[in-house]
């Protein structure tokens, strides 16, 4: 098979994939990339898990399950990762048989206990890869797009989420924060200090979030570390409501 060929089977594959889908009952798959996770599990009542479940939400699926200070709500991620390969409906003849591809899609939901509902609050893309059978090493830079974490502010009003992202083998977030009562989310600029500390570090593979969380009720504290450089350590302070850097500074190697 040609390399040109072959890059055509490869984005045909996704591009079916994300379309129809394949039908295989999950399974566990490793991964090459470290998680970016600060979010705390919570065990919940039985009572709750049989709700969700008549919602099609079940346990093994739930990456964290986050309650609100006053315990009116819970933020729930899903997880969705299926496996598939040789044998398998959407999987292509030109594909080589030692092969295997991995699809993963994360949704953030919040729920209601007291009323017994559910709300789609965001969902990031979904992804597929493939990778080698023997080595389970990717055969094609990898992409994520999944949930690294969901705090609530002190008062509760707020939802803080992280979407932790790589492509072509570049990493980036956005943060977006959710208000109870409103449709929209704000999103802090992440993007625009993610740009400046790519130009002050030329060469590197994008930025990893070292610690995220409220710093009080209306404003949020990041350190972001450089993907190959991780002494290169920032600290930012971001205005919750318009989503603006309030202070910035370099943080001394440890």
Sequence with gaps: MSKLRLINTLFFTGFLLLTMGCKRKPQDVGSTEEPVDTTKLSALAPEVSAHLAEKAIVADQLVFEVPSPDSRYI?????STVRFGPGDEMWPDELPSNWYGVRNRNILFLYDPSADTLHKLAECEEVVNLYDRETSQ?????RKDKLGAVMWSP?????????????DGVSDQDVLIFSLGEEEPGFLDLFGVWRQLMKTYPGTKGTRVEEIGWATEATIRIVLS???????RHEFIFDAQNGKV?????????
Excluded: Y
Aim: proline residues 8%.
């Design 75 to 79: 933020a729930l991620g899903l997880d």
């Design 138 to 142: 990717p055969v094609q830079p990898e």
């Design 155 to 167: 008062d509760g009003k707020n939802l803080l989420l992280l979407r932790d992202r790589i492509s």
């Design 226 to 232: 450089m993907r190959g450089m991780p002494s290169a």
């Design 246 to 254: 309030l202070s910035a500074k370099k943080m001394n190697s440890t």
